[in-house]
């Protein structure tokens, strides 16, 4: 068992995701931690940790003022942007574990669809703490924005597997699917055809049409994070964290990510799942759902095969062969995922993986012991307790 | 059509882009071990001396990944601007465009050759085209 396995996640809040909140960010952030400590059944005096991204334009200080936190005893940011959002829960839990907090309360709020665009093109130098120092090296040549840095990384994939933009219209649809009946979502009874796919306009050709891409979304989303003794008397079941790591390899970065020898390994999340194995002595027959960060359509199938979910080069195959459905061997994104429930930077989905171990998902699998969620740097195995 | 914009220059890629004006393609190498690095830092990772120099490449390599980035527009590279990631003969990799080839006819590890492209403020933009034999 793994230090952290001593630590669960003990509460969940979000807002609503929508195209435009209507009101500050550090209102998302407030409103979110709030809902989250109801959903525990504690309250904000009971807090003395705070973390979020690096990236985050919401601050601790304005938070506790908000939210009449008496004081913070370990307050800390996670860098690289949605690849370390993972992080933000693993090192709360690694406080809780080392003694330095009681209760850390994680959060992530934006208005990135009302405020500022993700996808927008790039073209001076960003705040600091976003992990993306090769940015320089590639707008100059117009790779501007997150869709092609991804891209060129997937392409070189998707040319030694055979795998194209009209396979991916698999992962878009597959994910829609999971968000049908899913009200948060941003594809809530929004049907997508393959067709649907094929006809949206081309993002970066011949890998990403509109389709493959991510909601760009306003909200924010919360988490409590506290000792698994404590979160027992709490008001949820707890989600035990059975492991947690992030992994951070020479020579990477956040997500203009170039210079690592071979596009077709995902040398990040596989040094990071390698942790989480070794930490909680389980492998990925162990695993029933999965939540893998899916920015853009194709990373999916480096998610899957860092894992080990399936072998190199056959993640499209296992995914058009249903595994990653509802009914399959590996239900994965089952509430629609950031291409169609919405984009909080990945920490909508570790919510998921909170409600898929609890038993309340909308599309609740059976069975489940074991969760995983993926950011690429950044990861968890939840456990039931 | 316009010229592209000035390049975004930071301390440590300042002799890239001063090489790159005189129609050089450089990289950053140890000056003590030797190591070539690209992009441009401070400090060698496998010695960790700071003392560095930029030596000039044979600007040949392959093509190890291409795309057009369609949307949104960015007028300044015009359309179909082909992004692509060169493995330099040297060992060493760069980000660039391809020219002088229409996109259906790029295939992964094609041989190019550097050639530059005037841009704003008098700078000088390494881009590839398929190699002369």
Redesign the interface.
Known sequence: MGILDRVAIAGIGNTEFSRDSGRSETQLAAECIKSALDDAGLAPADVDGMVTFTIDNTEDVDLIRNLGIPGLRYASRIPHGGAGSGGSVVHAAGAIAAGLADVVVVWRAMNERSEYRF???N???PAPGGGAV????????????P??WQ???S??YM??FGVTNRDLAEIAVLHRKHSLNNPNAFGYQKELTVEDHQNS???????LR?LDCCQESDGGQAFVVTSLERARDLRQKPARITAGAQWVP??TDAITN??FED?TEMATTQGMARQLYEQSGIGPADIQVAMLYDHFSPILLQHLEAFGFCAKGEAMDFIRDGNCALDGALPTNTHGGLMSEAYIHGLNSLAEAVRQIRGTAINQIEGVEHAAFSSGMTGLILGKD | MNLRPAPWIERDGIPFWEAAKRGELVAQSCKDCGVLRSPPRPMCPDCHSVANEFRVLSGRGTVYTWVIPRYPPIPAYGEGNIVAVINLDEGVRVVSNLREIEYDDVTADMRVEVFFEDAEQDYKIPVFRPATA
């Open positions: 996808g927008s093109a073209a001076a130098k090769n940015m320089q090296w590639a707008v100059p040549w117009g790779a501007a924005t869709a092609c891209s060129m990384v392409h070189r040319t030694e306009r081309w993002i970066i050709e011949p890998v509109l020479y020579p170039f210079y596009f």
